[in-house]
């Protein structure tokens, strides 16, 4: 286990003897990532923060998710100048919390979020604020570093506890999500006191949007991270790295964490501004 070198988010071994080289394929989906992933979540950043969308108190757990996500883009970049400086391996090894923690978190608040806002709407009022947002992200930036801390010094010195690390947060977060999904259809089920005629049918659609957003945002985390937990899982099991269950691993990391970003600018009809000049 030592000597395997574990593709999440294309860590790399700083161990010169064990380091391999980025393949086409790793490079090309890298490349992808970084051009693909700076401007688009540039773009929702500038959206927010100009209050062109829902505004920053409304959409702050989306800033953050895109700052995280930019952070997520610069590593690729990070990664594969690596294969040619070495020197760089320790910080694109210690930012791979970001995919692992940072973004998986966010996602969970933004879905909590949703929970709130149709299973407990009074609840949602009171810590609406800004600032329990603001307090919130703080914590999850916290731990998303503390994240980046134990995975620079888990991947050089015991990937076996690595994988574990990994599975066991995945897992969390994957539950947590299934949890708010789960909750806000069997909300969707039940009528309200005192509903009646149009009223019922508006609260009715926004539910049901925040429904379909929490679907879409855990049928995508399945997508990102299920494959992860599968070749992690082999892993441990079976005691043996199998280079493409990470490889396919990272496909789908790189290209499904695209559909949320996606679904917000198409939300405000701002796909248009990836390709204005």
């Known amino acids: 286990m030592n000597n395997l070198t574990v593709n999440f988010t294309s860590a790399a071994s700083m161990n010169s003897t064990t380091q391999q080289s980025l393949n086409i394929m790793e490079i090309v ?53 690596s294969n040619w400086f070495p020197s760089i391996s320790p910080l694109a090894i210690f930012f791979v919390g970001l995919g692992i923690t940072g973004r998986p978190l966010f996602q969970c608040m933004i879905s909590f979020e949703r929970y709130l806002a149709v299973v407990r709407p009074v609840t ?17 930036w916290i731990v998303t570093f503390g994240s980046c801390s134990v995975c620079m010094i888990t991947m050089l010195s015991n990937l076996y506890t690595y994988t574990w690390f990994f599975l066991m947060q995945l897992l969390l977060y994957i539950s947590i999500q299934l949890f708010c ?12 006191p005192g509903e009646k005629g149009r009223e019922k049918e508006e609260e009715n659609q926004v539910k049901r949007r925040a429904f379909y957003l929490i679907l879409i945002i855990t049928l995508n985390m399945f997508v990102i991270y299920l494959p992860f937990v599968i070749a992690g899982l082999f892993t441990l099991v079976a005691q043996m790295f199998i280079q493409i269950l990470w490889n396919i691993g990272f496909f789908f990391f790189a290209l499904a964490g695209f559909l949320q970003p996606v679904l917000y600018l198409y939300r405000f009809g701002k796909l248009s501004c990836l390709c204005s000049p």
């Not at 688009?40 to 062109?52: A, E, M, Q, Y």
């Not at 949602?124 to 999850?140: E, H, I, N």
């Open 29 to 81: 989906l890298y490349s992808f990532n970084f051009l693909v992933g700076l401007p688009t979540h540039s773009c929702i950043i500038w959206l927010i923060v100009t209050g062109k969308g829902s505004g920053v108190a409304s959409e702050f757990f989306n800033l953050s998710l895109s700052v995280c996500e930019i952070g997520t883009c610069l590593n690729c970049l990070f990664f594969i100048l």
């Open 124 to 140: 949602f009022l009171k810590f609406k604020p800004l600032r329990y947002k603001v307090v919130c992200s703080f914590a999850v």
């Open 181 to 192: 999904c789960l909750t806000v259809l069997r909300a969707l089920k039940q009528s309200g």
